[in-house]
C-alpha cells in the first residue's frame, strides 16, 4: 500500500464513520421530536445536508490526491525524458572531447547526439502543446485541408522516424480526399500522436493500419488502427486524461510523458470534432479514431477565396 | 582487465559508458535490464567487478536490483546512477546496497574516477584479506578492535563470533565515523551531512535502517543494543565498553 492508497482508505473511513454517526443522531433525533412536526422536519433536513456535505467533501479529496498522484507520475516521467537525451548528448561530447575518435565514430557519435536533440526537442514540444491546449481561449487557425495527404505525409515521416520498413504502415484513403477545416500543423500532431504510440505498443513488431474515411456525409475518420499490446476496457477513456499512463508491469519500459493523447484529445475538440479509442482487450490491438467534421466540397472555393482576400489585404484581417 | 557490467537500458548512454569504459582498458559488458543482470550475475556467475547500475530500468528497478543482488551474497561494488536525483532516491539507493552515486547528467571524468576508486577497492579485498599485511599500492590496514569484534575499514568487514559479514562503502563510512565519536552522541543530521555528503531536508529517519543493520552485524542482542546505542532526541552513540 503506498502513502497515497493509505490516504485515501483514511479519509473513506472516517467519512464512513461520520456518516453513521450523523445517521445515528439523525434517529435519536427522530425519536426525541417525533411528536413535534416543526423540529422533526428540520432536523432530519440538517442531517441529510450533513451527510451530503460530509460525502461531497470526501470524494473531492480524495480525486484530489488522485490528481496529485497523476502530476507526480507526469513530473517523474519528465524528468527522465529531459535529463536522459541530455546525458547522453554530454556523455558524447565529453568523450570527443576528451579522446582521439576516428573519424567513423566521430560521425556516429554526431548522429548519436542528433538523435537525442530530436528526442529532447519531441518532449518539449509535447509539454508545451499541452500547456497550450490548457489554454481555451486559443483560437485555431483554419484553412481546408485534404485529409488523405495529411494521412499520407504523417505516415512517410512515421517510417522514417522509426526506421521501418515500408509495409510496416498501411495506408487506405479513398481516391478523393475529403477535405476538413483545422489548423494543418495541429492535425498533423494528433495523426503523428497517433503513429507514435502505435509502434510505440507495438513491442517491435509494428503492424500498423491507417485509414482515411467517410462514415456519413458531413464526418471524415482518420483511423489508425495496430496491432499491439491492446489497451483494457476500463482504461480506454483514462487515457485522454492529462499525466495519465497506463500502470502495467509489460508497459514500464515504455517511455512518455503522458500528455500525447491529451493532446491528441484537446487539439480534435478544438476542431470541433473527437477522438475516441477502441480495443478488444489486452494484447488484441487498439483502433484509434480521429472525428472530424467535414467540409462540404461546395465550402471549399469560397473559403479558399476568403484566405486568398486574407493574404492579399493583409490590412483587412485587423 | 577489470570487467565491468553496465545496466542501463537507455541504449545510447550504454553504448557511451562502454565505448569510454574500454577506452580506459576495462572490459565492458550490458545489459539492458534487471532480469538479465541478475541472470548473468547470480545464473551464469559472469565475474564482474564493478557494476554500473541505472535505477529506472524496465521491470525490475536499479534498487531491487541491487537488494537482491545483496540477499543473495554477491557484493560486487556498485555504482548507481539516478535521473531523479533525489535525496531520497539516494539513500534507497545506499540502503539497497549501492556504494556510490552519481546523478544523471554526469561528468565523464568523475564517472571514471568513481569506477576505478571501486575497483581499487575491489583490488584491496581480493589480494589482502583481513590481516594480512599491505602491499606497496595498499594503504595501511584500517583496523579497529572493541570487546572480541573487529572492524576491518580497508577489507571493508566485521569480524564477530567467529562470524564475517561484507560492509558496503555506506556502512563503512558510518561506521568509522561512529567510531571516530566513539562515546559521543552524534546526531542522524551530522551523519547525512559529514559522512554522505547529503544535504539538508532528508527524512534522518531513513539512517535508522542503516543502524538496524550494524547493529546485526556487531551487537549479541540487536533488540537490546549495548554498543550502538540510541539517544533519545538525538541519534545514536558509539559506546566501545559499555
Known amino acids: ?318 | 582487465m577489470s570487467r565491468v557490467l553496465i545496466v542501463e537500458d537507455e541504449q545510447h548512454i550504454a553504448d557511451g559508458l562502454r565505448f569510454n569504459l574500454e577506452a580506459e582498458g576495462h572490459d565492458a559488458m550490458v545489459a539492458p535490464d534487471g532480469e538479465s543482470a541478475l541472470r548473468m550475475l547470480l545464473v551464469e556467475r559472469q565475474p564482474v567487478d564493478v557494476l554500473i547500475l541505472d535505477i529506472m530500468l524496465p521491470g525490475k528497478d536499479g534498487f531491487t536490483v541491487a537488494s537482491e543482488l545483496r540477499a543473495a551474497g554477491e557484493y560486487v561494488p556498485t555504482l548507481m546512477l539516478t535521473a531523479r536525483g533525489s535525496a531520497e532516491d539516494v539513500l534507497r539507493g545506499f540502503e539497497a546496497g549501492a556504494d556510490d552515486y552519481l546523478p544523471k547528467p554526469f561528468e565523464l571524468s568523475i564517472l571514471i574516477a568513481r569506477v576505478n576508486g571501486l575497483l581499487r577497492r575491489r583490488r584491496w579485498n581480493e589480494h589482502d584479506p583481513p590481516g594480512s599485511s599491505g602491499t606497496s599500492d595498499t594503504p595501511a590496514p584500517d583496523v579497529y578492535t572493541f570487546a572480541g569484534r573487529t572492524l576491518d575499514f580497508t577489507a571493508m568487514q566485521v569480524h564477530a563470533h567467529d562470524k564475517s559479514h561484507r560492509l558496503t562503502v555506506m556502512e563503512c563510512d558510518l561506521l568509522r565515523y561512529l567510531v571516530k565519536n566513539a562515546n559521543q552522541p552524534v546526531s542522524r543530521r551530522a551523519i547525512l551531512q559529514e559522512v554522505w555528503g547529503l544535504p539538508e531536508g532528508v527524512d534522518t529517519r531513513a539512517i535508522d535502517n542503516f543502524i538496524v543493520r550494524l547493529r546485526r552485524y556487531i551487537e549479541d542482542g540487536p533488540a537490546a543494543p549495548k554498543f550502538l546505542q540510541t539517544v533519545r532526541g538525538v541519534g545514536y552513540r558509539f559506546v566501545p565498553r559499555p
Open chain 1, 1 to 318: 500500500m503506498t502513502r497515497r492508497q493509505k490516504a485515501i482508505a483514511f479519509f473513506v473511513t472516517l467519512c464512513v464513520l461520520l456518516v453513521a454517526a450523523a445517521v445515528s443522531l439523525n434517529i435519536g433525533w427522530v425519536f426525541i421530536n417525533s411528536r413535534s412536526l416543526a423540529p422533526l422536519v428540520l432536523g432530519v433536513i440538517s442531517f441529510a445536508l450533513i451527510i451530503a456535505g460530509l460525502i461531497v467533501y470526501t470524494v473531492f479529496l480524495v480525486l484530489e490526491i488522485k490528481r496529485n498522484e497523476d502530476h507526480d507520475t507526469f513530473i517523474n516521467a519528465v524528468t527522465h525524458e529531459l535529463k536522459t537525451p541530455i546525458a547522453s548528448m554530454r556523455l558524447y561530447l565529453q568523450t570527443l572531447q576528451s579522446r582521439d575518435i576516428d573519424e567513423q565514430r566521430r560521425q556516429e557519435f554526431y548522429a548519436i547526439m542528433l538523435a537525442d536533440a530530436d528526442r529532447l526537442h519531441h518532449t518539449v514540444d509535447q509539454v508545451l502543446a499541452a500547456g497550450a491546449s490548457g489554454q481555451k481561449a486559443k483560437a485555431v487557425i483554419r484553412s481546408p485541408i485534404d485529409a488523405s495527404a495529411l494521412a499520407r505525409d504523417c505516415v512517410r515521416l512515421a517510417l522514417a522516424r522509426h526506421h521501418l520498413d515500408a509495409g510496416a504502415i498501411t495506408l487506405d484513403t479513398p481516391a478523393d480526399g475529403p477535405t476538413v477545416n483545422g489548423d494543418a500543423e495541429q492535425l498533423a500532431t494528433v495523426v503523428t500522436n497517433l503513429l507514435d504510440n502505435a509502434v510505440k505498443y507495438s513491442a517491435g513488431n509494428v503492424r500498423v493500419a491507417v485509414s482515411v474515411a467517410v462514415p456519413a456525409p458531413d464526418t471524415v475518420w482518420i483511423r489508425v488502427q495496430d496491432r499491439g499490446m491492446g489497451i483494457a476496457p476500463k482504461q480506454l477513456k483514462r487515457i485522454f486524461k492529462r499525466f495519465y499512463r497506463v500502470q502495467a508491469r509489460d508497459l514500464r519500459n515504455i517511455k512518455g510523458t503522458g500528455l500525447g493523447l491529451y493532446i491528441v484529445r484537446s487539439i480534435a475538440r478544438a476542431h470541433n470534432g473527437r477522438v475516441f479509442a477502441q480495443s478488444e482487450g489486452l494484447g488484441r490491438g487498439a483502433t484509434f479514431t480521429l472525428e472530424l467534421p467535414r467540409l462540404a466540397t461546395d465550402a471549399v472555393t469560397p473559403a479558399e477565396g476568403q484566405a486568398d482576400a486574407d493574404a492579399s489585404h493583409p490590412e483587412v484581417v485587423k
